[in-house]
């Protein structure tokens, strides 16, 4: 079975900064696509980036130019740097990993459980 857990989420002030991490964990895997989606109060789900096991990213909405995404194969681990964050990036954010089971070849969508970032003004 495989585990996505989020951390690094917390309170921050417009303009300041936060470093998101996934880190995807189990037996007999391997982890292809990993993408941030982000939820604020009343609103759907959105994807806020996305990053290939080769390291193709693709950024979604307001976040193009702020956000950086990036991964470390070894670790099975996502990060989301976040910068120049505005009140409107306040939201749970949430990690999904495009899993394969190495001895299955079974496809399977993990998400995490969600880490919240609050950005007062």
């Known amino acids: 079975q495989v585990q996505v857990v989020e951390s690094g989420g917390g309170l921050v002030q417009a303009g300041g900064s936060l470093r998101l991490s996934c880190a995807a964990s189990?037996?007999?895997?391997?982890?292809?696509?990993m993408y941030w989606y982000r939820q604020a109060p009343g609103k759907q789900r959105e994807m806020v980036a996305a990053?290939?096991?080769?390291?193709?990213?693709n950024y979604f909405g307001s976040v193009s130019g702020r956000f950086t995404i990036s991964r470390d194969n070894a670790k099975n681990t996502a990060y989301l740097q976040m910068n120049s964050l505005k009140p409107e990036d306040t939201a749970v954010y949430y990690c999904?990993?495009?899993?394969?089971?190495?001895?299955?070849?079974?496809?399977?969508?993990?998400w995490g459980q969600g880490t919240l970032v609050t950005v007062s003004s």
């Open positions: 189990g037996r007999d895997f391997s982890v292809n696509t």
């Open positions: 999904k990993a495009n899993t394969i089971g190495t001895m299955t070849g079974r496809f399977l969508e993990v």
């Open positions: 990053i290939s096991s080769e390291g193709i990213t």
